[in-house]
């Protein structure tokens, strides 16, 4: 009989929509405007993770180590600190300066992200999470984009570690955002309208609610209020 192990997300409300969490080892890609609260979502995810006793890691070009820490005290009242020096169990990858001294030049770009791959691979985390904009406004070939994105799809698979894409809507080649669409198992996007943010599964491996649900700010972190 198969066996299917969910994950909570750490968001209060989207687990009931997704029904139950996401499946373990897959991979989930957050997309919308830049604004509409895909980063915090994802600190949630990793927080989550940790407070359960998982491994975590973060890959990311536009933070820095500190900012995350910062972010995470200042948006969800959580202290990573003890979990990056008491044992390792939240490791960082800064991939800006992995990606800049590799542009120009494919052969070496496809190392790179084999660096970053095995840097995962050390971690031995259960959960990443990957923000891709700024990544993918440095990567300029369309083949590396699909070769980055499915070594780090197929990482999470083989070794059930649950990844989460973050992308902004529109800040890349097209083609890239498609790809990536089609190649993730689920696909949640935010918006912002009538003065609201909002979030809704746009794809998911099993059945579940597609309306909008309005992203609300508590404390925490954010939380995930039903249709009136």
């Known amino acids: 009989m198969l066996n299917v ?120 985390s259960s959960r990443s999470v990957i923000s891709l904009t700024p990544m993918l406004n440095i990567i300029t070939d369309d083949s590396a984009i699909a070769r980055f994105s499915l070594l780090g799809t197929r990482f999470g698979r083989q070794r059930r570690s649950t990844t989460l894409l973050i992308l902004d809507e529109k800040a890349q080649n097209q083609q890239a955002e498609t790809f990536l669409k089609s190649m993730c198992d689920y696909v949640l996007v935010t918006s912002h309208s009538d003065g609201a943010t909002k979030i809704k599964v746009h794809k998911s491996p099993i059945t579940c609610s597609q309306e909008w649900h309005t992203l609300i700010v508590k404390p925490k972190g954010v939380k995930v209020i039903k249709p009136p």
């Open 5 to 124: 192990e969910f994950v909570r997300t750490g968001v209060p409300g989207l687990d009931e929509i997704l029904g139950g969490g996401v499946i373990r080892g897959s991979s989930i890609l957050l997309v919308g405007p830049a604004g509409t609260m895909k980063h915090r979502i994802g600190f949630q995810f990793l927080r989550e993770g940790l407070l359960s006793g998982e491994r975590a890691i973060y890959v990311s070009a536009i933070h820095t180590l500190t900012d995350v820490e910062f972010l995470m005290k200042i948006n969800l009242e959580f202290d990573v600190d003890p979990y990056v020096k008491g044992g390792g169990r939240f490791a960082f990858v800064d991939a800006y300066d992995l990606l800049t001294s590799s542009l120009g030049n494919l052969s070496k770009l496809l190392k790179t992200f084999v660096v970053m791959v095995n840097n995962m691979l050390k971690a031995e």
